[in-house]
């Protein structure tokens, strides 16, 4: 929503470009996991006995009740508030079939959603009027006067914008990123032309946001402050240090900046999905800034 909202991109369209590049990540870190743990090591947990089938239950509910919320946008079934209620529902629904539904539980639910939606707001606030206070007084275009400077191809403009992007990362959150810095950056975005390579400036616009996309992913694998890396943390067993975990980020961050590389060479991977969604229809046209 963010993304698509900073490039004035239709959210449908916007989901739909990230699927194969998703699909390609999550392929990617199989193939991974599966060359580097071809020796199992056992690792005593104690952990109480489960119904397997059961779970499994749960997994693919709950994979379903995800799935939900983008599919009822890009369907067209709902807008972004009503796809959240269709989320709510359905995570109601697991946790009734659970028995997991109480009023302490839903208590405790609507708090903490009430807490992030603020903070988000907050973020959000704050991010509109940095914005506006700094095109007022002409921080973009003191910007792009002083990276135009350096005469980079857009190629090279390109990789900076990820590269920045990326090392953002390592210190900021994704929303701060994209909310903060990505407009400030914008001006040098949207003057980076490569319908020739995509095929139309407004599938060019798709993909440069499908790979920012793609660059702000690496920051919940980079350290200090990626949330996988501390939710790993608390799912490890005794003895796994952060630092150790860490270390075993280091090469999935090598795979998500592979696969963007991959994308920028071929940006069909992320465009091709948008161009079938439209079909014969004519591509929208880029909203000036």
């Given at each position: 929503f963010f993304i698509s909202n900073v490039f004035y991109l239709r959210i449908g369209l916007m989901y739909v470009a990230l699927i194969v590049p998703v699909l390609l990540?999550?392929?990617?870190?199989?193939v991974y996991f599966a060359v580097t743990l071809r020796k199992t090591v056992e690792i005593?947990?104690?952990?109480?006995k489960t119904n397997l089938v059961s779970d499994l239950l749960f997994v693919l509910a709950s994979v379903a009740v995800i799935a939900s919320i983008?599919?009822?946008i890009i369907l067209g079934f709902a807008t972004l508030?009503?796809?959240?209620g269709v989320g709510v529902f359905g995570a109601l629904l697991v946790a009734l079939a659970r028995k997991r539904l109480s009023f302490s539980s839903l208590n405790s639910v609507t708090v903490q959603t009430s807490t992030m939606t603020s903070m988000v707001f907050f973020i959000v606030l704050g991010a509109s009027v940095f914005s506006l206070s700094?095109?007022?007084?002409?921080?973009p275009n003191v910007i792009f006067d002083w990276i135009s400077a350096f005469d980079l191809t857009r190629w090279e403009l390109l990789a900076m914008l990820l590269g920045v992007i990326i090392i953002l990362g390592f210190v900021f959150d994704w929303i701060e990123v994209l909310l903060v810095f990505v407009p400030v950056l914008m001006p040098i975005i949207s003057e980076l032309?490569?319908?020739?390579?995509?095929?139309s400036?407004?599938?060019?616009?798709?993909w440069i946001a499908g790979l920012i996309a793609l660059a702000l992913q690496t920051s919940f694998l980079t350290p200090p402050f990626g949330y996988a890396l501390f939710f790993a943390k608390m799912a490890a067993p005794k003895g796994i240090n952060l630092s150790d975990i860490y270390r075993g980020a280091v090469p999935l961050v090598a795979i998500e900046i592979a696969l963007i590389a991959a994308l920028i060479s071929f940006p069909q991977l992320i465009t091709w999905l948008p161009e079938m969604a439209l079909g014969d229809a004519d591509a929208p046209q880029l909203i000036q800034r």
């Amino acid at each position: 929503f963010f993304i698509s909202n900073v490039f004035y991109l239709r959210i449908g369209l916007m989901y739909v470009a990230l699927i194969v590049p998703v699909l390609l990540m999550v392929m990617a870190f199989a193939v991974y996991f599966a060359v580097t743990l071809r020796k199992t090591v056992e690792i005593p947990l104690d952990t109480p006995k489960t119904n397997l089938v059961s779970d499994l239950l749960f997994v693919l509910a709950s994979v379903a009740v995800i799935a939900s919320i983008p599919l009822s946008i890009i369907l067209g079934f709902a807008t972004l508030t009503e796809a959240a209620g269709v989320g709510v529902f359905g995570a109601l629904l697991v946790a009734l079939a659970r028995k997991r539904l109480s009023f302490s539980s839903l208590n405790s639910v609507t708090v903490q959603t009430s807490t992030m939606t603020s903070m988000v707001f907050f973020i959000v606030l704050g991010a509109s009027v940095f914005s506006l206070s700094f095109h007022l007084v002409g921080g973009p275009n003191v910007i792009f006067d002083w990276i135009s400077a350096f005469d980079l191809t857009r190629w090279e403009l390109l990789a900076m914008l990820l590269g920045v992007i990326i090392i953002l990362g390592f210190v900021f959150d994704w929303i701060e990123v994209l909310l903060v810095f990505v407009p400030v950056l914008m001006p040098i975005i949207s003057e980076l032309d490569f319908a020739d390579h995509v095929g139309s400036a407004y599938f060019a616009q798709i993909w440069i946001a499908g790979l920012i996309a793609l660059a702000l992913q690496t920051s919940f694998l980079t350290p200090p402050f990626g949330y996988a890396l501390f939710f790993a943390k608390m799912a490890a067993p005794k003895g796994i240090n952060l630092s150790d975990i860490y270390r075993g980020a280091v090469p999935l961050v090598a795979i998500e900046i592979a696969l963007i590389a991959a994308l920028i060479s071929f940006p069909q991977l992320i465009t091709w999905l948008p161009e079938m969604a439209l079909g014969d229809a004519d591509a929208p046209q880029l909203i000036q800034r």
